[in-house]
């Protein structure tokens, strides 16, 4: 068996960096060869193990920023492309697939694995606090030959898919996967938020370095702060400052030089 990995990478707020080591926390994290997959359109600097997917301009593009400009989320639903069928050439299985900002800290394969045949998220952490179902994007398991509809509804009704969404790509990809009856949530203690699940409040947080959590498998850092700054410590924001962060060094950075190399991590 062969661990299918995809991310995505447009523009410039990620450099190569957060993609070479996400492929090295991912490969160091899963117990079965690993195919590691990254659509972009910019592929210098990337490990040469990373598999290259050219970023698509689809046929519903237009439409779809037409309305996501309306939304205030301009280019927030590119991620759809990752499931169009035949997009992975060979491909047999599933797809895990992650969003750049993540930090993988644990085994993954409880996740490649969960609730088979669905789309699998994690719950939305302030969507939940809401009562609302939504599942959140930084971590997503789902399989094109099973779940053709992820792509297949948008490109058919872009304008309408962005408005029922409110432009949230992770909005409208739980949400229909709830309505066909094929999704599931991730496991919330082995996915894990650096703001909600590691952080401490004020004062606290300005005291004593974020904690990593005994089962969290992945840190997603949506927000601020981001890795590269968590990392040497961030004081931008009261509510979510942090010291510097010992584990982040050594999981996203450290382990990642020994894998790879420093010249690529």
């Known amino acids: 068996m062969t661990a ?28 079965v060869p690993v195919r590691f997959l990254c659509m972009t359109e910019r592929v210098e600097g990337l490990h040469p193990g990373i598999e290259v997917l050219p970023l698509p301009d689809e046929p519903y593009r237009a439409e779809m920023d037409a309305a996501l400009a309306v939304a205030d ?10 499931f169009r069928p035949g997009l992975i050439p060979d ?25 088979p045949g669905t789309v699998a998220m994690r719950a939305d952490w302030v969507e939940a606090r809401r009562g609302r179902p939504t599942g959140h994007g ?19 009704d872009p304008a309408g898919e962005v408005a029922r969404a409110r432009g949230s ?29 590691c952080l401490d409040l004020p004062p ?13 498998r992945v840190v997603c850092f ?15 924001n009261p509510l979510r400052a942090c010291r510097a962060v010992p584990w982040l060094r050594e999981h996203w950075i450290d382990r990642a030089a020994q894998d790879l190399g420093a010249d690529w991590a």
């Not at 995505?8 to 994290?29: A, C, E, M, Q």
């Not at 309505?179 to 203690?189: C, T, V």
Request: a positive charge.
């Open 169 to 197: 790509e992770q909005r409208y990809t739980s949400t229909l996967a709830q309505e066909k009856g094929a999704f599931a949530y991730l496991p919330p203690d082995q996915v894990v938020s650096f703001k909600h699940d």
């Open 222 to 236: 949506h927000g601020r702060p981001k890795m590269h700054e968590a990392v040497a410590g961030w004081w931008g």
């Open 91 to 115: 491909l047999d299985g599933p797809v895990l697939g992650f969003d750049l900002d993540v930090v993988i800290t644990g085994a993954l394969d409880d996740l490649l694995t969960h609730a």
């Open 4 to 31: 299918t990995v995809a991310c995505i990478k447009w523009g410039t707020l990620f450099g190569p960096d957060y993609v070479n080591r996400l492929y090295s926390g991912v490969r160091r994290n899963l117990s």
């Open 204 to 216: 606290m947080n300005w005291l004593r370095p974020a904690r990593l959590p005994r089962a969290a």
């Open 73 to 82: 989320r301009k280019g927030a639903m590119r991620k759809v492309s990752l």
């Open 138 to 156: 930084s971590v997503f398991r789902f399989d094109p030959s099973l779940h053709p509809w992820l792509y297949e509804r948008l490109a058919a």
